[in-house]
């Protein structure tokens, strides 16, 4: 019967989604290399994996069970067009949860991924908003591969470290678009510093509230855009003083809007299914 899948993007930022709810099918990294194929697959920058939450109980050992109204309706797993893993994702988180409330008819979902419990809303006008939850500022956390001052690296370019379930990179400079970001990114990706490798962001300020971003994702390369760089562009400009919490940012994709809240980093931006398709069975024996 072949694989269905959902081609859906974020600001150009473009995913392949596979619910695996019903028929429970397994992905695996060598499928999702070969879907990454912009020449001989589907192409994407991550594959999403839309899962059933696992039985109700605790978070954690030793956590208290959630109640009902705070249990997550679902799950979901990322890869990189590498195939390595990815904690999160949150323009395919926004996606996701743009087609879920819009098909299951809600306002509000909670949703599980390695990152942890995030919450999506319906922001209006066709716009959704996530909570990527709080930035990761500790050096372990991130991580780092030594105790260092996550605001001021010791790398040409003076960078800002960030955890938002994933590693980032950020360099202010003064103009983004000069940035050879095919060579600086593939660079920094695979830095020392950063153990689980990183993603790498160069943005510049066009005004208090407002930031101009482009990205090198691990595992990818060049995005149009990128959810997660973008909540720890954000933060890092809030903890440099550049910016206040609640800022725009243009990327090479569009405009997506983050606001560094009490709560949590939140970001609102647009969406889009492209189409619905069903990969072959043929293709499949391939792999």
Request: proline residues 6%.
């Amino acid at each position: 019967m072949g694989l269905p899948f959902m081609k859906m993007h974020g600001l150009g930022n473009d995913f392949v989604v596979i619910d695996s709810r019903r028929d429970g099918a397994v992905i695996t990294p060598d499928l999702a290399q070969a879907l990454a194929d912009r020449h001989r697959g589907i192409g994407f920058d991550q594959l999403a994996i839309i899962e059933n939450d696992r039985p109700p109980g605790p978070l954690n050992e030793g956590d208290e069970p959630l109640p009902d109204a705070e249990r997550p309706h679902l799950a979901l797993r990322f890869l990189n067009a590498d195939g390595s893993i990815s904690a999160a994702c949150g323009n395919a988180t926004r996606c996701i949860a743009r087609w879920v409330m819009d098909t299951e008819r809600l306002s509000d979902l909670r949703i599980r991924t390695e990152r942890g419990l995030l919450r999506a809303v319906d922001a209006g006008n066709g716009l959704t908003s996530v909570n990527m939850g709080q930035p990761q500022l500790g050096w372990r956390e991130i991580p780092l591969a030594e105790d260092l001052d996550t605001l001021h690296l010791p790398v040409e370019g003076d960078p800002v470290a960030t955890g938002m379930g994933n590693p980032h990179c950020t360099f202010f400079v003064a103009d983004a678009e000069a940035v050879d970001l095919e060579a600086r990114g593939a660079e920094m990706e695979r830095h020392p510093l950063y153990p689980e490798r990183t993603n790498v962001q160069f943005a510049h300020l066009i005004a208090p509230d407002h930031l101009r971003m482009r990205v090198w994702e691990r595992g990818v390369g060049v995005t149009l855009a990128s959810g997660s760089s973008s909540c720890a562009v954000a933060v890092a400009a809030a903890r440099r003083g550049l910016t206040g919490r609640a800022v725009k940012i243009t990327l090479d994709g569009g405009e997506i809007a983050v606001d560094w809240r009490e709560d949590g980093v939140w970001m609102t931006g647009p969406t889009t299914h492209v189409f619905t398709g069903t990969i072959t069975p043929e293709f499949l024996e391939t792999l």
